[in-house]
């Protein structure tokens, strides 16, 4: 925003809605959720700050962000340009691409193999029943003890995706299947730190040889991980016959009709590396938090288990359609999302021209972040806005319903484009370990710690859990 800009912008709120100790250090002082909502009290639901020179306007509560993602949607459909992303994936993609027809062909594309789940022969609501068999044999072998269920977590979701971009899973202990877990999760970290920071904000310190180095390096491993797996399907992929996401993009990239649409190598290789990156942390995060809540609440757990145990017995095979017969473990499921805020500020999204936004002119290209956390907070529009009650979900008669306020997918046209898929792992996951295991907190010391780390996800201190067999599975 323009300086001339800034002072309408402040003349309107009667406020200074900037800067506030941001100014010119990033790594001086970390932004936190609690500051974000003590700012969002003091100078309403839209505010901006500087962090050194990039300029950022955060939205809060359900209407204010409805309005930038839905009602406003289009306006607001851009991404900004983050040069350590640009430097990396040439804005290609789905993730973080413009707004614009090769966007729109390349999500058009991708929910088109997720809505196609059933590649092969095989659903994805098999795939993902298949995998939870594997997680409740992982988390057996490691019943004796107490320990930490995120590994177990993270690879089960992670070979979802796998499935769907490659068309194999990877064995837990599998080296190479953890060396590439590491990296993503390292460069999620490594893009928020403030050696990012630094590249975005100074362009000079760009070619030096400082730690920012580092993301590029292990965004290089990723990709040549990637490439090496495009390169075997080029060489074994039959025409006609897609086994995965990969397969149907090299049909698409052939595809006449399809040139100047972005469907190239390149292009390839970033959306593989977007499905990875939004689809893996993501969940496995969620079902992170959904363990550390049953464990906190354990008569949350008894009761769905109680609701489990009716409604599907023990011998049925579980389904994703079961959901509706269990509208107290859905509402459960849902309230853990709602509570977790998985990805707090979803993801940053931009006007793609200069947009007109409670009084303020909002310049093309600004950051504008969706306080997500705020929208599930907002005390007008839950029953129980800042306690764990899955009552957020139901109604007096014990049915499942679901709030417009519900938004951990965001919304609107940028809107995440796993979400079906996200939902039925986290519904098949969650089910198949409540139906196998009673889930406790092992250390009668102290409390479980309920605290989030606030990052580009939001995540729990690690924490280990002990479980109890509940029947044979
Ligand atoms: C619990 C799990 C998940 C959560 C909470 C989640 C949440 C989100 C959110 C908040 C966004 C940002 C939307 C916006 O810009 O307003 C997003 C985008 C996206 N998500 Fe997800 N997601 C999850 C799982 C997945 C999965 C499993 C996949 C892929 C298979 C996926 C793929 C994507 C993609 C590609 C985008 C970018 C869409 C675009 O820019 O057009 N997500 N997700």
């Known amino acids: 925003m323009g300086e001339a800009d800034m002072r309408e912008a402040e003349g309107h709120s009667g406020s200074t809605s900037h800067s506030n100790g941001f100014s010119s250090s990033p790594s001086a002082r970390i932004l936190t959720l609690a500051i974000l909502f003590q700012m969002a009290q003091t100078y309403g639901p839209v505010f901006s700050l500087y962090m050194a020179e990039t300029h950022m306007v955060f939205v809060n509560g359900f209407s204010s962000v409805k309005e930038v993602l839905v009602t406003k949607g289009t306006q607001f459909a851009g991404r900004p340009i983050v040069p350590v992303i640009d430097y990396i994936t040439n804005m290609k993609g789905i993730i973080l691409t413009h707004y614009g027809q090769e966007w729109k062909e390349q999500r058009k594309f991708a929910l088109s193999v997720l809505r196609n789940l059933g590649l092969g022969k095989r659903s994805m609501e098999e795939r993902i029943l298949e995998e939870a068999t594997y997680l409740i044999q992982a988390f057996k072998e490691n019943a004796s003890v107490p320990f930490d269920p995120y590994d177990v977590l993270d690879s089960a979701v992670t070979n979802i995706i796998s499935t769907l971009v490659f068309g194999k899973r990877f064995e837990y202990e599998d080296g190479s299947f953890r060396n ?12 928020i730190s403030p050696w990012s920071m630094l590249f975005n904000t100074v362009p000079f310190v760009r070619r030096l040889p400082l730690p920012h180095q580092m993301i590029f390096k292990r965004a290089e491993k990723l990709f040549a991980f990637y490439a090496r797996e495009v390169e075997e399907h080029k060489a074994t992929h039959v025409c006609g016959q897609p086994r995965d996401f990969i397969d149907r993009y090299l049909e698409e990239m052939r595809k006449p009709e399809n040139k100047g649409l972005g469907f190239e190598d390149s292009t390839l290789l970033v959306a593989v590396s977007d499905l990875f990156v939004a689809g893996s942390e993501t969940t496995a995060r969620t079902l992170q938090w959904a363990l550390l809540y049953m464990v906190a609440f354990p008569e ?9 145990d009716t409604f599907l017995g023990e011998n049925t095979c579980l389904k994703y359609e079961d959901r509706e017969k269990l509208p107290f473990t859905n509402a459960v499921i849902h309230e853990i999302q709602r509570f977790s805020n998985v990805l707090p500020l979803g993801v940053v999204h931009a006007p ?15 950051m504008v972040f969706t306080n997500l956390v705020s929208v599930h907070h907002d005390k007008t529009q ?34 995440c484009l796993g979400e079906n898929l996200a939902r039925m792992e986290l519904f098949l996951f969650f089910t198949s370990i409540l139906r196998s295991f009673q889930v406790f907190w092992p250390d009668q010391s102290k409390a479980p710690d309920l605290t989030p780390n606030f ?14 067999c509940r029947q044979q599975t």
């Open 180 to 191: 590439i877990l590491e990296l993503i999760h390292q460069g999620a970290k490594l893009i």
């Open 300 to 308: 949350i757990q008894e009761k769905c288990q109680k609701e489990i």
């Open 352 to 366: 793609i021209k200069d947009v007109q936004f409670h009084g303020y002119t909002i310049p093309k290209g600004t």
């Open 382 to 415: 839950w029953k129980y806005p800042c306690e764990f009650n899955p009552s957020n979900f139901l109604n007096d008669e014990g049915d499942f319903l679901k709030p417009e306020a519900f938004m951990p997918f965001s919304a609107g046209p940028r809107m």
């Open 455 to 468: 990052g580009l996800t939001q995540f729990p201190n690690h924490f280990k859990v002990a479980l109890k």
